[in-house]
Nanobody, 115 residues
Framework: QVQLVESGGGLVQAGGSLRLSCAASGSIFGINTMGWYRQAPGKQRELVAT???????NYADSVKGRFTISRDNAKNTVYLQMNSLKPEDTAVYYC?????????WGQGTQVTVSS
């Protein structure tokens, strides 16, 4: 089993920045892609960004140029730097890790952007 613990969410004004962190622990051998998803009230969970073990990244169009995903394999931690935040970025952000055919989720961290 893999445990994912997110931190760094909070309340920020539009135009501000936040940095999310997600630390993986447990049976972490073989984790390949890690990423962030978000779910706003009344909406489906959606991809924000992913990063492979080798550093390859993928972003949702809505966050390109504003968000940056990074990863520290030595610390088993993935980060999401969020700049130029908009009210529409308000959501619960979930960390995700893939290990072979298994997918793990964190408990989520709330990000609220006020206008």
């Amino acid at each position: 089993q893999v445990q994912l613990v997110e931190s760094g969410g909070g309340l920020v004004q539009a135009g501000g920045s936040l940095r999310l962190s997600c630390a993986a622990s447990g049976s972490i051998f073989g984790i390949n892609t890690m990423g962030w998803y978000r779910q706003a009230p009344g909406k489906q969970r959606e991809l924000v960004a992913t990063i492979t073990e080798g550093g390859g990244t993928n972003y949702a169009d809505s966050v390109k140029g504003r968000f940056t995903i990074s990863r520290d394999n030595a610390k088993n931690t993935v980060y999401l730097q969020m700049n130029s935040l908009k009210p529409e970025d308000t959501a619960v952000y979930y960390c995700n890790a893939r290990q072979g055919l298994r997918t793990y989720w964190g408990q989520g961290t709330q990000v609220t952007v006020s206008s």
